[in-house]
Antibody, heavy 125, light 107 residues
Framework: QLQLQESGPGLVKPSETLSLTCTVS??????????WGWIRQPPGKGLEWIGN???????YYNPSLKSRVTISVDMSKNQFSLQLNSVTAADTAVYYC?????????????????WGQGSLVTVSS | EIVLTQSPATLSLSPGERATLSCRAS??????LAWYQQKPGQAPRLLIY???NRATGIPARFSGSGSGTDFTLTISSLEPEDFAVYYC?????????FGQGTKLEIK
């Protein structure tokens, strides 16, 4: 059974860089035809797709965050990571990692399943 | 970017009642619409994909309908575990976007 788990600091100072890692178990990032991505949810609010990555390094980013986001993959650790720079209080959110439900050979626009449990990141001095 | 508007924001019903949740898109998304359920402290769970197809393991009391810009999630007879927040998501145009959610609460 495929499982995803986020990890990283829960507190980041304004103007600094938010860094999170998603560890995948029960399957290999590099042996599948799926994109792996990040979605966030500010407290009490809705969901926002951040971006995703294929194990080859191909990425897609939400235009609203593109200038500040980098997603990378480490196949040796079966992990992918999110970096969001120049953070403000508006970036405070629960950050989820998730896999596209559909393989990229079918489409690059997909539902998301499964999801990690989420990691709360607070931006505050 | 396609905007999804969900209504109502909050729906108060009793167990056993029928729930009808709405999602309206700012432009046609064909049938490329999904529904998720989210309980407090948990990640969203995929319920419905392509407007009307139940995801694996989802009970038959959940059904989805619609196409173009207007979609409905129906829960035929509410169970206690169904009280949660529900989100719609489109995958018709990039970037994928979500609605703001409907909270289904116990009356």
């Amino acid at each position: 059974q495929l499982q995803l788990q986020e990890s990283g600091p829960g507190l980041v100072k304004p103007s600094e860089t938010l860094s999170l890692t998603c560890t995948v178990s029960g399957g290999s990032i590099s042996s599948s035809s799926y994109y792996w991505g990040w979605i966030r949810q500010p407290p009490g609010k809705g969901l926002e797709w951040i971006g995703n990555i294929y194990y080859s390094g191909s990425t897609y980013y939400n235009p609203s965050l593109k200038s500040r986001v980098t997603i990378s993959v480490d196949m040796s650790k079966n992990q992918f990571s999110l970096q969001l720079n120049s953070v403000t209080a508006a970036d405070t959110a629960v950050y989820y990692c998730a896999r596209d439900r559909r393989p990229f050979t079918e489409t690059t626009l997909s539902e998301f399943d499964p999801w990690g449990q989420g990691s709360l990141v607070t931006v505050s001095s | 970017e396609i905007v999804l508007t969900q209504s109502p924001a909050t729906l108060s019903l009793s167990p056993g009642e029928r729930a009808t949740l709405s999602c309206r898109a700012s432009q046609s998304v064909s049938t490329y619409l999904a529904w998720y359920q989210q309980k407090p402290g948990q990640a969203p769970r995929l319920l419905i994909y392509d407007a009307s197809n139940r995801a694996t393991g989802i009970p038959a009391r959940f059904s989805g309908s619609g196409s173009g810009t207007d979609f409905t999630l129906t829960i035929s007879s509410l169970e206690p575990e169904d009280f949660a927040v529900y989100y719609c998501q489109q995958r018709s145009n990039w970037p994928q976007t979500f609605g703001q959610g409907t909270k289904l609460e116990i009356k």
